[in-house]
């Protein structure tokens, strides 16, 4: 079946986009709204989870959400470029799906900054990290299957970009074995969170400017005044001063990590405008592998010049 411009076939698209019209589903509603068996459905369902663009609805262990755009489909065309899948996901298709997505959106209110389900949390958190440019720190006080503190392609992301990330744990949380799983696979990234006694509050902080602080009780608030967000990023700080290391998460050395590949990275580097001598002397490789790279980037970005592969890249998030 060919393939959609943002990467998928036809009938996964399809599938994709009608997840990101509810906060979640369960698939026998899926497949009652979709007109497809439900056998049919599942299976779409575990290769969109394969791919990073379906994850475990936290509020519903039982139903499924579709993970943002703004964060599965950069991570698509990532792996596309890693991989030289042909034919890839193209840049313009995807810089339109996710602009069109959020303004929709934003007209039904599925965005707003103050309360709602902690689905609707993912989804304001996703849409804040993949704009974050410095730092993200999560404060977690337990573990939430589905939560976003425990989320693969928003490291994926933030790794990509070369946004610092950290991790603040109450020691409760490593009791539960997919907490555990998911903090030795950010260790594999270099990325192992801290841990104290007890997180007193369930948040996440992005460039020290703009917050989500989630209730259990009350849903998800998006924090941005100062005389708030002051003293929590204080909070962050002091935590993760007196994190400890957890042993038992030191790196696998046979592992794969997802730091980033050298191809991002000269694509970061292009879009600052250096030039292919500096980019060679700041990465200690030949000016030809440098070279090398950058026709593969233009290739899978269709980019016409080397400057056009760096605005794409960083347009759709790329880098």
């Not at 849903?219 to 935590?239: F, K, M, Q």
């Not at 990590?257 to 879009?271: F, G, K, N, S």
Request: glycine share 8%; proline share 7%; net charge neutral.
């Amino acid at each position: 079946m060919a393939e959609s411009g943002i990467g998928l076939d036809g009938r996964s698209e399809l599938l994709y986009r009608k997840l990101l019209q509810r906060t979640s589903w369960r698939t026998p509603a899926l497949a009652q709204a979709m007109g497809w068996p439900v056998q049919e459905v599942a299976q779409a369902v575990e290769a969109l989870r394969a791919e990073g663009l379906v994850s475990v609805s936290e509020d519903d262990p039982a139903a499924l959400r579709a993970v943002e755009p703004c964060i599965a489909l950069p991570a698509l065309l990532a792996r596309s470029m890693r991989e030289g899948r042909s034919p890839q996901p193209r840049p313009v298709e995807i810089d339109r799906f996710i602009a069109l997505h959020e303004r929709a959106a934003e007209r039904g209110g599925e965005a707003a900054e103050g309360g709602g389900s902690r689905a609707d949390a993912s989804t304001v958190i996703e849409r804040m990290v993949a704009k974050a440019e410095r730092e993200v720190v999560f404060l977690v006080p337990g573990h939430a299957e589905g939560g976003p503190e425990f989320s693969r392609p928003i490291v994926d992301m933030g790794l990509r970009r070369g946004v610092r990330l950290r991790a603040v744990w109450s020691s409760s949380v490593f009791q539960a074995p997919a907490a555990l799983a998911h903090a030795q696979w950010l260790a594999q990234q270099d990325l192992p969170p801290r841990t104290v006694g007890t997180v007193p509050l369930r948040a996440m902080v992005m460039d020290g400017a703009v917050a989500v602080v989630i209730d259990e009780l009350e849903g998800p608030r998006v924090v941005r005044s100062p005389a708030e967000l002051e003293p929590l990023c204080a909070l962050a700080e002091r935590l993760w001063e007196h994190g400890a290391a957890v042993r038992q998460l030191g790196r696998i050395p046979s592992a794969p990590t997802t730091r980033r590949p050298r191809t991002e990275i000269v694509l970061r580097l292009l879009a600052e405008g250096l030039t292919d001598d500096a980019i060679a002397r700041r990465l200690g490789c030949s000016v030809r592998t440098v070279r090398n790279d950058v026709a593969s980037a233009m290739a899978a970005l269709d980019a016409r010049s080397r400057f056009q592969a760096g605005a794409r890249a960083m347009q759709v998030g790329l880098i």
